[in-house]
């Protein structure tokens, strides 16, 4: 009898495997040799959950889509307020609860970084057609 292999668990073949870390490793070369402060992984995954995802969010909410505790959301959201990526303010439905909220200053911070990762993935592309096609 033989086993199945669960369709999410195949192995993707090596020169894509490579191709994707190439273009994560130039992105985050290009982002710590900018001027722009540096995210930490937790920092910008949280960032990214709050732009690309559907509002409202809460510390609670946030807590839950990442899965982690909401100490670790506050000390991410307290480095993405004071880079005035988003900013908090309580819930006027219910006091005890802080909504975080997208800004202007946040949107143009991760549309300019998009646009990096996507002159990246191009840059790639064209230097290495038969590794990076599908990327």
Not at 20 to 35: E, M
Not at 39 to 51: H, K, W
Request: hydrophobic share 40%; with cysteine; charged share 30%.
């Amino acid at each position: 009898m033989q086993r199945q292999v669960d369709p999410s668990r195949a192995r993707i073949p090596w020169d894509h495997v490579e191709a994707s870390l190439g273009l994560w490793r130039d992105v985050l070369k290009a982002s710590v040799a900018s001027d722009d402060r540096d995210l930490t992984t937790r920092q910008m995954a949280m960032f990214l959950c709050i732009y690309l995802g559907d509002p409202p969010y809460s510390v609670r909410g946030l807590s839950e889509l990442m899965g982690i505790g909401k100490p670790a959301v506050t000390r991410a959201l307290d480095v993405l307020s004071a880079l005035g990526f988003v900013r908090r303010k309580r819930d006027p439905n219910d006091r005890r609860s802080v909504l975080v909220h997208r800004t202007v200053r946040g949107a143009v911070y991760l549309s300019d970084f998009g646009e990096n990762i996507e002159r990246i993935r191009r840059d790639l592309v064209k230097s290495k057609p038969a590794k990076t096609d599908d990327i």
